[in-house]
């Protein structure tokens, strides 16, 4: 089963649930946070002498006190910052702190902190306590604890980030690792978040039962993998028609096509601008190279075969010739119902005309996000789970909204991928995985696992090319050779 991911408000309606079934305080689950902390602090530092430990004057900052409390116990030196005063009247952190200093705890203000003894640094100061920007109290601790060279332990969320979001508006902890409690926060694992959490671990805090979760993390042990026999044949293994590359734009036609190679198909045909085809056939003469030609487009190719797809999009462009291409694609998956991809300038034309399909699958960046939507970046990405939902609704098919953390909507579930790195942030990634998407479409019978499997396959092979060339020098096709490695991966889980 993969792992679940919960809204803020589902896991605290969790813990007011589960305080009401014993004396009314949760305070106990501030206790095995505590001890959850400590004991992931001696799993990962365990040489640790001295820590730093920055508390808030909320439910995290009690955390911080109970961490404080039973480090003290195991004989490491615990400076204990109480950023903002003492903990709100009202939060289970005034009886952690009592505790603390019951303890022989002692509270230091950051000038009377020692930085060059301490081996480790606790943000407790925010927590999932973050609508917008940070306020100066907490920037100050959050400057602080970001500008000393001491690694950083950060408890449920790095201050700074939203925990349903992951989005920093103003300054953030830079974590080496956060621990999350009772269960993951949606804002932990898409948006900013690779940014700052580090390692991400949760501790469930034996809550045996939290709600329904928001999405899924795609789990490569889970994923569904096509089967392979000695006796099968191309015909078997299924058949994609890409449509890409417009004048100028060939690139992204090749770049789809060659990742399509890599993903087992049967058969892989290419129709791209008649500049484009020698440069197809040198690069991939696996792949059956043809003019694009909006008057003579042969679709009826995939008539009548189980395992065939289309894709649409890769550097098609938006001129006459482009548009005209799009309303023939169109009318003939409305009259076929085949197994497509639109991706690039084929989503900002369906912007323009709108139209719901239940087989295809969509591949928007946040700006082609907006556009489908009818609104800015920024609203896709102060929700991205809810702008996936709200295309796969208007639209039909799946939603793939691409990005740190992509989302895979399906109008049932959705799921965020873990794998990838910042150094895809580069032209030609999309192409890529347009390619790997149609192809495994044709060679799965269920689109949905399809598009999982492609969207983690090629955050990985961005993860095994970034380790080879660098996030910085990483290009796009550099993961077109990491995919071999990634297919051996997968056969061994």
């Given at each position: 089963?993969?792992?679940?991911?919960?809204?803020?408000?589902?896991?605290?309606?969790?813990?007011?649930?589960?305080?009401?079934?014993?004396?009314?305080?949760?305070?106990?689950?501030?206790?095995?946070?505590?001890?959850?902390?400590?004991q992931?602090?001696?799993?990962?530092?365990?040489?640790?002498?001295?820590?730093?430990?920055?508390?808030?004057?909320?439910?995290?900052?009690?955390?911080g006190?109970?961490?404080?409390?039973?480090?003290?116990?195991?004989?490491?030196?615990?400076?204990?910052?109480?950023?903002?005063?003492?903990?709100?009247?009202?939060?289970?952190?005034?009886?952690?702190?009592?505790?603390?200093?019951?303890?022989?705890?002692?509270?230091?203000?950051?000038?009377?902190?020692?930085i060059?003894?301490?081996?480790?640094?606790?943000?407790?100061?925010?927590?999932?306590?973050?609508?917008?920007?940070?306020?100066?109290?907490?920037?100050?601790?959050?400057?602080?604890?970001?500008?000393?060279?001491?690694?950083?332990?950060?408890?449920?969320?790095?201050?700074?980030?939203?925990?349903?979001?992951?989005?920093?508006?103003?300054?953030?902890?830079?974590?080496d690792?956060?621990?999350?409690?009772?269960?993951?926060?949606?804002?932990?694992?898409?948006?900013?978040?690779?940014?700052?959490?580090?390692?991400?671990?949760?501790?469930?805090?034996?809550?045996?039962?939290?709600?329904?979760?928001?999405?899924?993390?795609?789990?490569?042990?889970?994923?569904?993998?096509?089967?392979?026999?000695?006796?099968?044949?191309?015909?078997?293994?299924?058949?994609?028609?890409?449509?890409?590359?417009?004048?100028?734009?060939?690139?992204?036609?090749?770049?789809a096509?060659?990742?399509?190679?890599?993903?087992?198909?049967?058969?892989?045909?290419?129709?791209?601008?008649?500049?484009?085809?020698?440069?197809?056939?040198?690069?991939?003469?696996?792949?059956?190279?043809?003019?694009?030609?909006?008057?003579e487009?042969?679709?009826?190719?995939?008539?009548?075969?189980?395992?065939?797809?289309?894709?649409?999009?890769?550097g098609?462009?938006?001129?006459?010739?482009?548009?005209?291409?799009?309303?023939?694609v169109?009318?003939?998956?409305?009259?076929?119902?085949?197994?497509?991809?639109?991706?690039?300038?084929?989503?900002?034309?369906?912007?323009?005309?709108?139209?719901?399909?239940s087989?295809?699958?969509?591949?928007?960046?946040?700006?082609?996000?907006?556009?489908?939507?009818?609104?800015?970046?920024?609203?896709?990405?102060?929700?991205?789970?809810?702008?996936?939902?709200?295309?796969?609704?208007?639209?039909?098919?799946?939603?793939?909204?691409?990005?740190?953390?992509?989302?895979?909507?399906?109008?049932?579930?959705?799921?965020?991928?873990?794998?990838?790195?910042?150094?895809?942030?580069?032209?030609?990634?999309?192409?890529l995985?347009?390619?790997?998407?149609?192809?495994?479409?044709?060679?799965?019978?269920?689109?949905?696992?399809?598009?999982?499997?492609?969207?983690?396959?090629?955050?990985?092979?961005?993860?095994?090319?970034?380790?080879?060339?660098?996030?910085?020098?990483?290009?796009?096709?550099?993961?077109?050779?990491?995919?071999?490695?990634?297919?051996?991966?997968l056969?061994?889980?």
């Amino acid at each position: 089963m993969s792992q679940a991911i919960y809204s803020t408000q589902s896991i605290r309606d969790a813990e007011l649930r589960w305080a009401e079934n014993r004396d009314g305080s949760t305070y106990p689950l501030m206790e095995r946070a505590g001890r959850a902390a400590w004991q992931m602090l001696h799993r990962y530092w365990p040489e640790t002498e001295c820590i730093l430990i920055c508390c808030g004057r909320g439910n995290n900052g009690g955390d911080g006190y109970e961490l404080g409390r039973l480090a003290m116990e195991n004989g490491v030196k615990v400076y204990l910052v109480a950023n903002g005063g003492e903990p709100r009247k009202e939060s289970d952190a005034v009886k952690a702190r009592e505790r603390f200093l019951k303890s022989s705890g002692k509270e230091y203000s950051l000038q009377e902190v020692d930085i060059s003894k301490v081996d480790l640094i606790v943000d407790a100061v925010l927590g999932t306590g973050v609508v917008g920007a940070v306020r100066e109290t907490a920037l100050k601790a959050i400057d602080y604890i970001n500008q000393a060279e001491v690694p950083v332990f950060s408890l449920d969320v790095p201050s700074g980030l939203n925990s349903d979001s992951g989005i920093a508006e103003g300054a953030c902890v830079k974590a080496d690792l956060t621990l999350s409690f009772i269960g993951l926060k949606t804002g932990l694992t898409t948006g900013d978040a690779s940014r700052y959490i580090g390692e991400l671990r949760n501790a469930d805090l034996a809550m045996d039962w939290i709600g329904n979760p928001t999405a899924y993390l795609i789990d490569p042990k889970n994923l569904s993998t096509p089967q392979r026999s000695a006796s099968d044949h191309k015909g078997s293994q299924g058949q994609t028609f890409i449509l890409a590359g417009n004048r100028e734009m060939g690139g992204a036609a090749l770049m789809a096509a060659d990742a399509a190679t890599r993903m087992g198909l049967g058969l892989i045909r290419l129709a791209t601008h008649q500049s484009h085809t020698t440069a197809a056939l040198i690069r991939t003469p696996e792949v059956m190279v043809s003019e694009l030609n909006p008057e003579e487009l042969f679709l009826e190719v995939l008539d009548g075969k189980e395992k065939s797809s289309l894709v649409f999009g890769p550097g098609i462009g938006a001129d006459p010739w482009a548009r005209k291409l799009f309303h023939v694609v169109l009318e003939y998956l409305q009259r076929r119902k085949v197994n497509a991809v639109l991706d690039a300038d084929a989503l900002n034309m369906l912007a323009e005309t709108p139209n719901h399909y239940s087989h295809w699958v969509l591949t928007p960046h946040p700006g082609e996000a907006a556009r489908l939507l009818g609104c800015s970046i920024a609203d896709i990405n102060s929700d991205r789970l809810e702008s996936a939902r709200a295309i796969q609704k208007k639209y039909g098919g799946i939603c793939v909204l691409k990005g740190a953390g992509t989302i895979v909507c399906d109008g049932q579930c959705s799921y965020i991928n873990s794998s990838g790195n910042g150094g895809m942030a580069k032209p030609g990634m999309g192409d890529l995985l347009a390619g790997m998407a149609g192809a495994l479409l044709a060679r799965l019978e269920d689109p949905l696992a399809a598009v999982k499997l492609a969207v983690w396959m090629h955050g990985k092979a961005g993860d095994e090319a970034a380790a080879q060339q660098g996030q910085e020098a990483l290009r796009a096709t550099d993961l077109i050779s990491c995919l071999p490695n990634v297919w051996s991966e997968l056969s061994s889980n």
